[in-house]
Structures are given as C-alpha cells and as structure tokens.
C-alpha cells in the first residue's frame, strides 16, 4: 500500500463447470465493491496467482477490495479486504487538523508522509498524535510542541536542497 497506489495477489482455485475468461480484483470506498467500480482484469483461462496493481487512489482513504473470477456462468467473488493508503501532509498546518491531511488525521494504524517543504505542528495540551511510519522529507519540518507516538519507523530525509527537522520543543 503506498499513497495513491496499492497491489494485492488473489488466487482463482476452481472455475465453476465453465472456464474462467477474466479474473482480477475489484475496490471502493464503499463495502462489497463489484466490477462495476473500479478494477483490473487478466483475460485467460489459467487457475492460480496472479498480482493486481491499483492505480489512482487518494491517499488517507480507506478502500474495500474483493477478488474476482468471471466465466461463462457468473462473476464469482472473494471475500472481502480492507485497507488505507498512506497519509501525505499537503499543507503546513496542525497534526490536529483533518485539512492538513485532505480530510482526516492520521491514526496509530496510519503511515504518515509530510510533503516536500511543509511543516505540521503537533500542538501542546491535545491528545498523542500518533502513526505508523513517519517520513520527514527534506526541507520539511515537523514541530513538536505536544506528544508524538510513532508505531513503527522514522525516516528523516536529507537531500542537495536540506535536511527534514523534527523540533521537540
């Protein structure tokens, strides 16, 4: 899962007393997405794995995903996944603030970029701000005036044009 993108590998075990003339998977923001929404599709007749790349997704979403095999009976699916693409900071602005993030603030489940050139601050007397992975790019600039709970890694980016920040104030 990154940002806008995201693959799965889905697996067809049997093809129904008809041959499988498509499989792939199928996504939305909505439970039990269908082929009518978003999805790849592999033409061939061959049971077994294959991988499904999911382009064009928003970041900080979260999406439903099914599998699916097509034949010459019905559309068949699988059960039903979830999950949610990173979060990229596209303003500077408060961790506290769903428009710094496009809609929603980060969780202890969220992996967490800030852009290139943004600073968030996580003000003092609120609640932990928390995340999975956090990503300082370069030239960015995280201000901690409250509390910070990373679940997972920091990565703080140096480049030619700076090194990201983090300030604990």
Not at 81 to 99: K, Q, R
Not at 131 to 149: E, Q, Y
């Amino acid at each position: 899962v990154g940002y806008y993108n995201a693959f799965c590998r889905m697996t067809v075990i049997a093809d129904g007393g008809s041959t499988v003339s498509a499989r792939g998977v199928c996504w939305s923001t909505s439970e039990n997405p269908t082929i009518a929404n978003d999805h790849t599709t592999t033409a061939g007749s061959e049971m077994g794995s294959s991988t499904h790349f999911m382009n064009g997704l928003d970041d900080g979403t979260k999406y439903y995903v099914r599998a699916y095999a097509t034949n010459g009976i019905e559309t068949a699916y699988g059960n039903q996944l979830s999950f949610s693409t990173n979060f990229i900071a596209s303003t500077s602005g408060s961790w506290n603030d769903p428009g710094t993030w496009g809609g929603a603030i980060p969780d202890s489940s969220t992996n967490v970029e800030l852009g290139y050139g943004i600073t968030v601050t996580i003000p003092s007397g609120k609640a932990t701000a928390q995340c999975k992975d956090l990503v300082v790019p370069s030239i960015s600039c995280l201000n901690v005036d409250g509390s910070l709970h990373v679940n997972g890694n920091l990565l703080i980016q140096s480049g030619n044009d700076g090194n990201g920040s983090v300030i604990n104030k």
